[in-house]
């Protein structure tokens, strides 16, 4: 089971670049990484997900180095709005559901 | 807008009452997901579904949890009987499950339970 591991908290201004690192120092091979959003009173959000080098959406982009062993979820010019967990879920279905469970996410805030 | 719908979206009950939550997943996926979330655990899966046929349910404590899927369109958990130490937002999530490499799951808002 690949253990995700996250900044707890993070503060930025608006405007500003926000990157967000997960390790996933035992990622299997068949795993994708994904990462989900999630506001207060609603459930989390897919925001997006990749398997190894680069993927950018119009929400965000995802950079995986060539060992996996980490991911960085970049946001670019964040604004209040972004203030949201963001969790970051490694595995898949292959073998068992506990292969999706959540970290504890990071809590980012976004100051004025 | 596909979307996952729960309901209720908010419950207070008293402890030993029954508790049932229903989800519609997204139509056309095959896979549901329970989760409960607490700020002291965060998001917890419970249980989870493919082709309405239960996978995994090895995160639910079975004496007093349950869960089913009558059918495509309605998963339900059930709490009996309920206890203080159950109330959570409990999230209800559907997938395609075309792969099971990828699978990106989309949540509904939750049902927030209290147990007094």
């Known amino acids: 089971l690949a253990k995700t591991t996250q900044p707890i908290s993070m503060d930025s201004y608006e405007g500003q670049e926000v990157n967000i690192t997960c390790s996933h120092n035992?990622?299997?091979?068949?795993?994708?990484i994904t990462w989900y959003q999630q506001f207060p009173s609603q459930g989390p959000r897919f925001i997006i997900q990749?398997?190894?080098t680069k993927v950018t959406n119009e929400v965000a982009s995802l950079f995986i180095p060539a060992d996996r062993k980490s991911s960085t979820l970049s946001l670019p010019r964040v604004s209040l709005s972004d203030t949201a967990v963001y969790y970051c879920?490694?595995?898949?279905?292959?073998?068992?559901?506990?292969?999706?469970?959540f970290g504890s996410g990071t809590q980012l805030t976004v100051l004025p | 807008d596909a979307r996952v719908t729960q309901t209720p979206r908010h419950k207070v009950t008293e402890m030993g009452q029954e508790v049932t939550m229903r989800c519609q997943p997204i139509?056309?996926?095959?896979?549901v997901f329970w989760y409960r979330q607490t700020m002291m655990q965060g998001l917890e899966l419970l249980a989870y579904?493919?082709?309405?046929?239960?996978?995994?349910d090895s995160g639910m404590p079975k004496d007093r949890f349950s869960a089913e899927m009558p059918d495509a369109t309605l998963a339900t958990l059930k709490i009996q009987p309920s206890e203080p130490r159950d109330s959570a937002v409990y999230f209800c999530?559907?997938?395609?499950?075309?792969?099971?490499?990828?699978?990106?799951?989309?949540f509904g808002s939750g049902t927030q339970l209290s147990v007094l």
């Open positions: 999530a559907s997938g395609l499950g075309l792969r099971s490499t990828n699978e990106k799951l989309f």
């Open positions: 035992n990622i299997a091979t068949n795993d994708y």
């Open positions: 990749g398997y190894k």
């Open positions: 879920l490694v595995g898949s279905l292959s073998g068992s559901a506990r292969q999706l469970t």
């Open positions: 139509l056309g996926h095959n896979t």
């Open positions: 579904f493919r082709n309405r046929a239960p996978l995994d």
